[in-house]
């Protein structure tokens, strides 16, 4: 055996092993959710879960204090493409001193420790709380700000492959479509109708040239086309009446949805028939209930300054700021202090033959367990 995987049987690799091997697409947890729900009861918290499927775990201390909720997500992307994969994407294997498999970064490796922080707590004032959210790739904050509407809490930190630094910011994520309008004609005369292809492209150069907000921690905001169709579809010869164009946007902290859609629209004000809006996202869960949200997911920056100077020294680690979206938001909207914290880089979320560090699996599990003893003391 490696150095390098003398960690394999610890505590905390062993049930993230155990969670890669369940597939839990999005929509799709139910039997990761089960399983969680169970391993929370036989380490001793009170188990509850909601009409989305999400499994809470909570534990009480001796006396009153506040209430830390950690946060992470069953649900994962999808393996699209498992030829292109080295090793099984379920197959939970340990190599190189890495765990491989889907999820095992992206998030069940900061589940797997933050479950075995919560088992390891005592002796503390306040609730604990552990979440399990679904969802949280595609309905992202919908599940937790359920909790958070259930669960008031006075800190959360969520669990996303962090590199095992602090995140104290976090870019948004909005969702924008853009409609043309034409007028369909046959397309051997042209000139009897309008093109909506055309006007869209005009509206696409315009809202490409439009400057974009910028931050000294986070960066650039982004505006990406990542979608466009035209109407009638398919076509053999008729001039398109409709096209419809979908931008991806990465926010920063303060921007708001009408500020969007006032520096879109802006930019389109000259042109006829061109209509923009924030897109919906719904989808089914796997407890058969149907969830529709505005895909407007805010940024946001700590500005606790003390307690995130706190949690930096329980976690002997440094501050950095998150280029990517999650349930922070939910929290941070709420004006309760978020904070992200994970095992596992950002750069093998989503992608091929995903891993997670052995090594960090443990630390993360320390780190959980130091942040809760670091706030709720006893």
């Known amino acids: 055996m490696e150095l390098a995987e003398a960690g394999s049987s610890d505590p905390v690799v062993e049930l993230c092993r155990e969670m890669v091997r369940i597939p839990s697409p999005s929509g799709g947890e139910g039997r990761l959710a089960a399983f969680v729900a169970k391993r929370m009861e036989t380490t001793g918290l009170e188990v509850q879960t909601d009409r989305f499927g999400g499994v809470l775990g909570v534990k009480e201390g001796r006396l009153p204090g506040p209430t830390l909720l950690l946060d992470a997500h069953l649900d994962t992307v999808p393996v ?3 030829s292109a994969w080295t090793r099984d994407p379920f197959g939970a294997e340990i ?30 004032a306040g609730t604990l709380l552990v979440s ?22 006075d800190l959360v930190l969520v669990g996303e492959p962090t590199s095992l630094r602090l995140g104290v910011a976090q870019k948004g994520r909005a969702g924008l479509v853009v409609e043309a309008r034409g007028r369909a004609a046959h397309s051997s005369r042209p000139e009897l109708g309008e093109n909506a292809v055309y006007r869209m492209m005009e509206a696409v150069s315009l809202i490409r040239s439009l400057p974009l907000p910028s931050d000294p921690e986070l960066g650039s905001g982004v505006c990406e086309l ?37 520096r879109t629209a802006g930019a389109l004000h000259e ?45 002997r680690t440094v501050p950095f700021g998150a280029p990517y979206t999650t349930n922070a938001s939910a929290a941070a909207s709420r004006g309760i202090p978020a904070f992200l914290f994970g095992p596992g880089s950002i750069d ?18 320390d780190g959980y367990l130091a942040v809760a003893r670091a706030f709720l003391v006893g």
Do not use: N, Y
């Open 271 to 315: 042109m006829e028939g061109v209509s923009v809006r924030i897109a919906k996202t719904a989808r089914r869960c796997f407890t058969g209930v149907d969830v529709e949200m505005e895909e407007f997911i805010p940024g946001w920056r700590c500005g606790d300054r003390a307690l995130a100077a706190r949690l930096l020294e329980a976690l």
């Open 80 to 82: 699209t493409d498992p």
């Open 348 to 365: 093998q979320a989503h992608a091929v033959d995903e891993w997670v560090d052995l090594h960090e699996l443990t630390r993360a599990r």
């Open 95 to 124: 190599g190189e001193g890495r765990l491989w498999g889907r999820g095992a970064a992206d998030t069940k490796g900061a589940l797997a420790a933050m479950l075995c922080a919560a088992e390891a707590l005592d002796d503390f």
């Open 132 to 153: 399990a959210s679904v969802g949280e790739e595609d309905l992202t904050t919908a599940a937790l700000s359920h909790v958070l509407e259930r669960h008031p809490a």
């Open 226 to 262: 990542i979608e466009i169709h035209s109407e009638p579809a398919p076509s053999t010869g008729m001039i398109p009446h409709r096209c419809v164009a979908r931008f991806a946007l990465r926010l920063l902290p303060g921007e708001t949805a009408s500020g969007v859609l006032e």
